[in-house]
Structure formats: C-alpha cells, structure tokens
C-alpha cells in the first residue's frame, strides 16, 4: 500500500484514498482521479500569466508514479482532463501523447468534464477512451458534477468538479484538498497542483478525509 494511504469500504467494496489526490479500487485495479486540467498553465501565459510550465509535468510524473506503484490496470479520469483549448499548444500535444504511450497497456478512460467539451476532437484524438458523462461498474456510478438531488442517486457516486479543500485551522491557517464523503456521494479532490478549491463545511459531509504531510488523514 502507499505510504500515508487510508483504506475505506464503500458500498461492500474496499479502496484506498491516496495522499497524492487520488483513489484506487484493489478489485478492479482501477485508479480514480479528477479534474487533471492538462494545458492550464500554457492557457495562463497565453494570457500573459508567468506561470512554469513545469507544474503540469509534475502532475503526470504524480500520475505515472500511482499507476506503477498501484499496478493499475485502468485510470479513470472523472472530468476535466483538459483546461482549455487555448492551451493545447504543439508542446502540450506532444507531451500528452509521449506520456499516455508511456503508460502502454494501461487502459485510460476519461468521463467527460465541462473543461473537456471543446476540447473533445484532441481527446478523441488520443488512445484513450471517452465514456461520456457516466460511467459506471459494480456497485458504483462516476460522474464529473453530480446532478442528482441529494438521495436520489441511483448508486452510490464518485464525482470532481468542486475541488473541496478544507481550512486547517493552525499557525500556517493553510487549506488542504480534501476527499468528501455524504452517504450517497463522494468527490474527489483535484488531482492537479496547479487549481483552486472549493471550501467545504464539515457540518455537511459525512465524512472528511484531508490530504496533508503526505498522508490521508481522517477528520470526521
């Protein structure tokens, strides 16, 4: 197991919540993430934003090492794969090929994100697999933004798009992703370094888990 992971059971089935913002299923060797927001930073500087290149390569080198440390067989990307199409400049294409063939046979499939919809023919141009706004296996549904109404989700849903972080309240007064749970939903922090959060009151959740000093941390 990677160090500083937490193991949780969910709906009868086992996973582990990953320090690095992610989450992996054992029984289907499925590695989960979200909002992955390939080419931000290249969508910045078009704007005339300093900002390195260098943080989206961190986050692929991120993802490369939970797939050989998980031996994951598939990565499910939960929306927001890509930032923008302004930011899919030549470099960014070339970067993103090389890194998925890389990977090889690794099955990526990608649920698609609101980031993702003008983007979709670079998407479909890569081998990997687009599997709509849902997707779902065994007793789970995998969405982007869940739509549904609190209780009326059909199974139990794996969901992105928030970016929750949570205030830690110590001298740094720092805020830390975190992986929200309620009884019929969970949303995964953003996998990418380079985005913003979404506060989150505890008061609503069921369960908390943040993602500090390289470890999963329970709260509530």
């Not at 989206?56 to 927001?80: F, H, P, Q």
């Not at 969901?159 to 995964?188: D, M, N, Y």
């Amino acid at each position: 197991m990677i160090a500083g992971a937490t193991a949780i059971v969910v709906a009868g089935e086992r996973l582990l919540l990953l320090p690095q913002r992610a989450a992996f299923w054992p029984n289907e060797q499925l590695l989960l993430i979200a909002d992955l927001h390939l080419g931000k930073p290249h969508t910045f500087q078009r704007e005339g934003l300093a900002v390195p290149q260098s943080t989206m390569t961190g986050d692929l080198n991120r993802l490369t090492y939970l797939v050989m440390e998980t031996g994951a067989k598939r990565l499910l990307i939960l929306g927001d794969f890509v930032h923008h199409r302004h930011g899919l400049t030549h470099t960014v294409r070339t970067q993103v090929e090389t890194w998925i063939a890389s990977l090889r046979p690794l099955e990526i499939m990608v649920v698609v994100g609101n980031h993702d919809r003008p983007s979709l023919p670079f998407i479909a141009s890569l081998p990997v697999t687009t599997v709509g706004e849902c997707w779902e296996a065994g007793p789970f549904r995998f969405v982007h933004d869940n739509h549904y109404p609190t209780g009326a989700e059909p199974r139990f849903t794996w969901s992105g798009h928030l970016h929750p972080v949570l205030k830690i309240e110590s001298h740094l007064r720092r805020h830390v992703p975190a992986f929200v749970f309620t009884e019929k939903q969970a949303v995964l922090p953003a996998f990418s370094l380079f985005t913003g959060g979404l506060p989150v009151k505890a008061r609503e959740y069921c369960s908390i888990f943040a993602t500090a000093d390289d470890q999963v941390i329970r709260l509530k």
